[in-house]
């Protein structure tokens, strides 16, 4: 991957559009609004446009941009974006797998360090932790190359039968809602008995759980299935 660079308020504020937009954008890699930007980064819609001319106008641009049209990643802004996602998701995993910070808590602490590591720090980490391919939220690490896995998953809400399912990720946004999860036993690789209420959302019983939880549906959706397990399996 790239150099590595000393973090400053300028390469951080740099640093997280550019996540942003690689969340935003998708597997698709669809255009980006300006709104959607603003309303992730919890900016005013002005500052969005200011930075995005920015980064659309150095010497190495960072993204495509037009006015009314969203944005996209560049090709130099893509490999960055994942550069930093991948300082992040292996920080989170040496936090949680060596230091054993709660999982509700590795992802606003890689937040803050994500942009001061060395690229040496981050091999060593890589390689302290045996090289792992998922951060402990169930997210796919980027590769040293700068290529994200492909993550066969989809959001709980998609599923319409009741059933067992193997939990493949929880998002990383709400702390006060993964730690419900992981007080419930809703972990990546999880097996989960799921009941679909229509009228409310669902509710989710792990593997020798004791208490079942109830999410609604918008709450559901931060957790994603890998697959689905036969009733004998």
Do not use: W
């Amino acid at each position: 991957m790239s150099p590595s660079r000393k973090g400053n308020a300028n390469t951080e504020s740099v640093d997280n559009y550019l996540k942003a937009i690689l969340a935003l954008s998708g597997p698709e890699e669809r255009r980006v609004s300006s709104t959607s930007l603003a309303d992730r980064l919890g900016v005013a819609p002005a500052s969005v446009t200011n930075m995005l001319q920015k980064l659309a106008s150095s010497a190495v641009p960072f993204v495509a941009y037009e006015r009314h049209r969203g944005v996209l990643l560049s090709a130099a802004g893509k490999r960055r974006a994942l550069e930093v996602l991948r300082h992040h998701r292996l920080i989170e995993t040496f936090l949680y797998e060596v230091l054993d910070y709660p999982l509700e808590e590795v992802h606003e602490e890689a937040e803050r360090l994500e942009h001061f590591i060395s690229e040496r720090f981050e091999e060593r980490i890589a390689a302290k932790l045996g090289h792992p391919k998922f951060d402990p939220h169930g997210h796919c690490i980027p590769g040293m190359d700068g290529k994200m896995p492909k993550q066969l998953s989809k959001p709980l809400t998609d599923i319409h039968e009741q059933g067992t399912l193997i939990v493949d990720s929880v998002s990383d946004a709400d702390a006060l809602l993964l730690k419900r999860l992981r007080a419930h036993g809703i972990i990546p690789g999880a097996r989960l008995r799921v009941t679909n209420e229509s009228a409310y959302g669902f509710v989710l019983r792990a593997r020798r759980a004791s208490k079942a939880l109830r999410l609604s549906r918008d709450l559901a959706a931060a957790v994603r299935i890998r697959s689905r397990i036969s009733e004998g399996g």
